[in-house]
């Protein structure tokens, strides 16, 4: 078993075992919700970066006392562990504005903090999304803000900029192996789920030695295989990239927020502080708030990585990306490509599976 490989095991295994190991050697740990949060700010700040995991199948009965059925699952299970103390460990968890269950959840949690008389600081990343200078100004007014709640001043950000631009870089790398060598996209699912569990140089070393044993070379199994992008609500796991692989296909890319999408180019700038990293995560084209062409995003990408087949799978609980979906099935219909829209679907995806295998074995070849 390779260094990344037992990393992961043990991150999904156990996702707070290594933030846990942090504290108790005498460090501080801080939890986040969703890839629209500041991660540099928090690694400024001398803490552990610790994405919050959530579980499916999950038993959400104390978050159900609080919480309507549209909340988002992901949401509802990190609810719920916050609920049974399983986050007390951490100094603080950050909550961004620019994603609708996520803001909720923040003022959930802290009049719900207020009845437990325990639990992690709560802070809010009140990220503005609006493309307009105004909205970039206040972004990096936002950054600031939180970073000063976090301990993190000017002169630490250059390094943890640098720290997470090569986690940028390594995932530009994966995306590139995945269009060019037999690398099964659930493997891919797998270990960038694991990522932010773990101690960020640890995999970062263990990643980037991975990816140089990953070169392109004979085509196998998944290189020949139909190629899909997966897009719509990110799926608690890799249950949905073992679908198409079990009717004999491959997910090659993701759209939206999706593990592997979690850390985006183009770097921040190392210089900029503050105002660089406001501009960053205001420009993001993930998010339910972002103002993106996903039409034109998503078609784009299914023609860069030569997909022969899109599936956009949205929750239940979806109730932003689904407006969208009718501009992306037209535009990839346009386009030649081949779409499988799952609307109001069980965040198990146990409603899926058929029609999945169905549509990749109806898809082509090589592109």
Known sequence: MSALERL?????????AAAQAHVRAGGRAVGYVGGEVPVELIIAGGAFALRLPCEVPAETALADRYLEPS???????????????????LQAIVLPRANDSAQRLYYYLCELRGDRNAGPDLLIFDLAK????????????????????????AAGLPRAIEARNR??????????????????????????????????AAFD???????DGVAPGPAGPYQEAPRLVLAGSAPPDERLHLAVEAAGGNVVAEWGEHAA??????????????????DH?????????????????????????????????????????????PA?????????VPVLALSRRGWDGADARAEIAAFTRGLGGEA
């Open 261 to 278: 999408c979690a850390v985006a180019q183009p770097p921040v700038a190392v210089a900029g502080a503050f105002d660089a990293i406001g």
């Open 167 to 200: 986690r940028r870089d390594l995932y530009a790398r994966v995306a590139e192996r995945r269009r060019t060598a037999a690398v099964r996209g659930s493997r891919i699912e797998r270990l960038t789920r694991a990522a932010d569990r773990c101690a960020a």
């Open 281 to 325: 995560y205001h420009a993001l084209r993930t998010g339910t708030r972002a103002f993106v062409d996903s039409a034109r995003g998503l078609t784009a990408l299914a023609g860069a990585v030569q997909a022969h087949g899109v599936i956009i799978w949205l929750v239940e609980q979806e109730d932003a990306h689904i407006w969208e979906l």
């Open 205 to 211: 070393d263990a990643l980037d030695a991975w990816l």
């Open 130 to 153: 609006i493309p307009r200078e105004t909205s970039r100004a206040y972004s990096g007014a936002a950054a600031e803000r939180l970073g000063a709640q976090l301990g993190a001043d």
């Open 328 to 336: 992306q099935t037209a535009a990839l219909s346009a386009a030649g």
């Open 8 to 16: 992961v095991e043990e991150a999904l295994r156990e996702p707070l």
């Open 71 to 89: 909340f988002a699952p992901e949401v509802r299970s990190i609810a719920q562990q916050y609920l049974e103390g399983a986050f007390d460990f």
